[in-house]
């Protein structure tokens, strides 16, 4: 059998979704941000509701994520885009809203927006993309580093002593009767990566209930901040940060 | 029953990041020794005839460039 006796559009499997946009991403080779970017135009896709949803993007990588999935979208500023999901929720209670952030945006500088938004128990989703490091600026220190772990700002490797211990913020707000859905996924295998999209439908099944924020974070590589390759970053990321963000549903209120 | 399977890359929007090649459980594909208008290594069919279509390559890859084709035989 040729090769042309089986690439016809009749045969197709897996393709790439209709609400990935054509532009191309501007993220390293390899970034876990394009995975992720893909299960939640995939998710999108199969609930069908790309007209209902709303987008906040982050400042970080992600900053331009409006640029590739064909939703409508707002920009945040650094950190306060779960204030932003609460604003828009409240304004159109039957959209589906999320927001897309890093951990620099997430657990430090908007650690206050994210507490406070998953305590009011707004019935937004939040995906957490957490790749221990600020990507975006050239790889300094987050809250989330792994203890002894270089970056541009701890180059003889982080210490609790003088930065602390890497904060486990799904583990914190799970902890809020606020929160209907807290979960740590990963998307550096195939299994994984459909394990995550079936987290992200019912994170975003679950605004349907009202019954309070869905948290889905994502343990990431940012393999030009932790100067690897893409795929020893994926091995350094399962060796590495899986013992102290392992992944695993946290809370799941969801009933379904 | 068995099954074949193809990928079609798109050759220029591939970043040569190699996470496909190692997803493959098969070892179909291959970072070629020739680069792409970006000056990257992009990935093809070393070993054709392996391949199951399975998905597992386009389902990693970060900048969706791989579509999946399966027939049975
Ligand atoms: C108010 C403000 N402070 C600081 C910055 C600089 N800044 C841009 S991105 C970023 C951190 C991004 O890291 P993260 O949220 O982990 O996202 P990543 O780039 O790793 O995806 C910082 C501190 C800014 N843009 N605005
Ligand atoms: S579809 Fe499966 S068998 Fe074929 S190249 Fe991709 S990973 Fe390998
Ligand atoms: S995973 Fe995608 S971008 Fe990376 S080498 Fe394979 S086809 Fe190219």
Redesign the interface.
């Known amino acids: 059998m040729n090769i042309s006796d089986i690439i016809k559009p009749e045969n197709k499997v897996y393709g790439k979704s209709g609400l990935l946009l054509d532009k191309e991403m501007h993220y390293c080779p390899g970034c876990s941000h394009g995975t992720i970017h893909k299960i939640i135009a995939e998710t999108i896709d199969e609930l069908d509701i790309q007209e209902q949803v709303i987008g906040v993007s982050p400042v970080g990588c992600a900053v331009l994520a409006y640029d590739y999935i064909d939703i409508d979208w707002q920009e945040a500023a650094h950190g306060r885009a779960p204030a932003l999901a609460t604003a828009i929720k409240r304004l159109y209670p039957e959209k589906y809203v999320f927001t897309y952030q890093g951990d620099g945006d997430l657990a430090s500088i908007g650690t206050g927006e994210i507490i406070h938004t998953c305590n009011r128990g707004d019935s937004v989703t939040i995906i957490f993309v957490n790749n221990a490091i600020y990507g975006m600026t050239g790889g300094q220190m987050a809250p989330t580093t792994l203890e002894g772990m270089k970056t541009a700002t701890t180059p003889q490797g982080r210490s609790h002593i003088t930065s602390g211990f890497p904060m486990k913020i799904t583990e914190m707000i799970a902890l809020l009767p606020g929160v209907v859905y807290a979960t740590r996924q990963s998307v550096d295998t195939p299994a994984a990566e459909r394990k995550a999209k079936r987290s992200m439908i019912k994170a975003f099944k679950s605004q349907q209930l009202k019954k309070g924020t869905s948290f889905i974070e994502i343990v990431s590589t940012c393999n030009s901040g932790w100067k690897m390759t893409p795929v020893e970053a994926n091995i350094w990321m399962r060796e590495n940060m899986f013992p102290v963000f392992p992944p695993g549903d946290i809370k799941d209120e969801t009933g379904f | 029953m068995a099954v ?3 990928i ?1 890359v798109n050759i220029e ?1 591939c ?5 496909c ?3 493959c459980p098969v070892g179909t594909i291959a970072l070629s020794r020739s680069v792409n208008g970006k000056g ?1 290594n992009y990935s093809y ?1 070393e070993n ?1 005839e392996k391949c199951t ?4 390559c ?14 049975k ?1």
């Open positions: 074949r399977g193809a079609e929007s970043k040569g990041c190699g996470v090649v190692a997803n990257y069919m054709p279509g399975c998905t597992n386009a389902v990693v890859c970060p900048d969706t460039v791989i579509t999946v084709y399966r027939v035989i």
